[in-house]
């Protein structure tokens, strides 16, 4: 069981409503959750901050998990913004705190 799929079953959404949430497509989404495909930067941020809508922890958290960064070793532990990691297009669903 890839990442991604450990992490969207934990959301408890299926595919289909977690492909929405994510903007990506059903095809797109079920080739990362099988490994045939690698993901993109632009495709796990948006990954990571569905994710945070779903789970407590924060979109850099979930990209560190997804790129298999370990939290000692991740930006999130560094203060890197959580904003920085999304896409301009996704910038503004980043919430702040």
Not at 3 to 13: E, M
Not at 19 to 37: C, I, N, P
Request: net charge neutral; hydrophobic share 35%; proline share 4%.
């Amino acid at each position: 069981m890839t990442i991604l799929k450990r992490l969207r079953d934990a959301t408890g959404l299926n595919r289909e409503d977690f492909a929405q949430l994510a903007g990506v497509s059903l095809a797109r989404l079920e080739k990362h959750e099988q490994g045939r495909h690698r993901i993109s930067l632009e495709d796990a941020a948006a990954y990571a901050l569905s994710l945070s809508k779903k789970l407590p922890n924060s979109p850099s958290k979930l990209l560190a998990e997804l790129a298999g960064i370990s939290d000692n070793s991740s930006q999130a532990e560094q203060g890197t913004p959580s904003e920085n990691l999304a896409p301009a297009h996704l910038q503004k669903e980043v919430h702040h705190s």
